[in-house]
C-alpha cells in the first residue's frame, strides 16, 4: 500500500538559511508525489509535483523538491528561508496511476526565526 | 478565475442536528474530495466523487454522506451531528489525466459540534 511519512512534526530555521522538509514515501509502481503548503486558518496550496523526468523540481514561492529513488525520498527544499516561508507543510503520494486520491503526510510545521 | 469555495466558513451546531457544508468548483474538474482536519490526525478523506452520480467512502465515512448532481458541487452532509464532528471541513477539486493531478482545496469550514 502506498503511504508517505514526514519523520519531523517542525523544522526550525533562521531567516536566510536553507531550509530542507523530509519525506520519505512507499509506492508501488511509479510514484506521484507532491508538496502543499497550509497557512493559518487557510486552506492548502500546492507547491510543486514530480511526476516524472527531472529529479529536481521546482515550485511556487522559491521551493524546490528533489526526488531520490534509491532513498524513496522527495524532500523539500528553499536556498534562502524567509519569516513568512513558516507553515504547515504536507508531502502527499498519489495512491495510484488510476485513482486521484492523494495519501498525505502527518504534516511539518517549518518555524523561521528573524 | 477558477476557484473552489465552501460555506459556510463557520458553523456551530448542536448535537442531533443535521448539517450541510457546501463546496462549489469552477474549475470543472471530475474529481472532488472532502477531508477533515484535526490536529494529530493530518488530513483524512471522508468521501470522494470521480463525476455526477459518483460517490466514493473515504477512510472516516461513518456518520456522513455526499450526493454528485453536477459537476460543481459536492454537499457534505452529516446526519446527525456529534461532538467527534468537531472538526476544520476542506474540500479539494482536482482533473483527470494520466499524470498525477494536483488538488486544488476550499477555504475550509470550521464547525463545531456542541
Known amino acids: ?114 | 478565475d477558477a476557484e473552489i469555495t465552501q460555506s459556510p466558513r463557520h458553523k456551530i451546531t448542536e448535537t442531533g442536528r443535521q448539517v450541510t457544508l457546501a463546496c462549489h468548483q469552477t474549475w470543472n474538474h471530475n474529481n472532488m474530495f472532502w477531508y477533515r482536519q484535526d490536529l494529530g490526525h493530518g488530513l483524512r478523506l471522508i468521501h470522494y466523487s470521480y463525476g455526477v452520480q459518483d460517490t466514493n467512502k473515504g477512510e472516516v465515512s461513518d456518520g456522513y454522506s455526499v450526493s454528485r448532481s453536477n459537476t460543481e458541487d459536492l454537499p457534505l452532509t452529516l446526519e446527525s451531528a456529534a461532538s467527534s464532528q468537531t472538526s476544520v471541513y476542506f474540500c479539494a477539486s482536482s482533473g483527470t489525466g494520466t499524470g498525477g493531478t494536483e488538488q486544488y482545496f476550499g477555504p475550509g469550514t470550521r464547525l463545531t459540534v456542541t
Do not use: M
Not at chain 1, 65 to 89: C, G, I, M, R, W
Open chain 1, 1 to 114: 500500500a502506498q503511504s508517505v511519512a514526514q519523520p519531523e512534526d517542525q523544522v526550525n530555521v533562521a531567516e536566510g538559511n536553507p531550509l530542507t522538509v523530509k519525506c520519505t514515501y512507499s509506492v508501488s509502481g511509479n510514484p506521484y508525489l507532491f508538496w502543499y503548503v497550509q497557512y493559518p486558518n487557510r486552506g492548502l496550496q500546492f507547491l510543486l509535483k514530480y511526476i516524472t523526468g527531472d529529479n529536481l523540481v521546482k515550485g511556487s514561492y522559491g521551493f524546490e523538491a528533489e526526488f531520490n529513488k534509491s532513498q524513496t525520498s522527495f524532500h523539500l527544499k528553499k536556498p534562502s528561508a524567509l519569516v513568512s516561508d513558516s507553515a504547515l507543510y504536507f508531502c502527499a503520494v498519489r495512491e495510484g496511476s488510476n485513482t486521484g486520491k492523494l495519501i498525505f503526510g502527518q504534516g511539518t510545521t517549518l518555524q523561521v526565526k528573524p
